[in-house]
């Protein structure tokens, strides 16, 4: 299983981006991924999940500004981040495992990590 994330960058606050994640090595649609993020000097956590049947959960503090998609014919993961603020700085980690169900956005679910893409949002 192979992940790599792409389209972060530097944006000012109140803009907005694109991540993306490519995915091979698996059946794609039987899994489930999702966004994770690790701020300078805190924990990683979850930003927004989806699973193989589309169901989609998101952090309380990116609802309303953070989309998560896919693309099943292209085996890529999506997030569209809008209306960013300084405090969504962080490196974003795409993830997945297989024959999970739900949407969840809970570290010790996955096992399947990318190598990150950076966000930086000023102010």
């Known amino acids: 299983v192979q992940l790599v994330e792409s389209g972060g960058g530097s944006v000012q606050a109140g803009g907005s981006l694109r991540l993306s994640c490519a995915a091979s090595?698996?059946?794609?649609?039987?899994?489930?991924m999702a966004w994770f993020r690790q701020p300078p000097g805190k924990e990683r956590e979850g930003v927004a999940g989806?699973?193989?049947?589309?169901?989609?959960s998101y952090a309380d503090s990116v609802k309303g500004r953070f989309t998560i998609s896919q693309d099943n014919a292209k085996n890529t993961l999506y997030l569209q981040m809008n209306s960013l603020k300084p405090e969504d700085t962080a490196m974003y980690y795409c993830?997945?495992?297989?024959?999970?169900?739900?949407?969840?956005?809970?570290?010790?679910?996955?096992?399947?990590w990318g190598q990150g893409t950076q966000v930086t949002v000023s102010s």
């Open positions: 989806i699973g193989s049947d589309g169901s989609t």
């Open positions: 090595g698996y059946a794609y649609s039987s899994v489930c």
């Open positions: 993830a997945a495992r297989s024959g999970c169900t739900g949407a969840p956005i809970v570290r010790w679910v996955f096992g399947n």
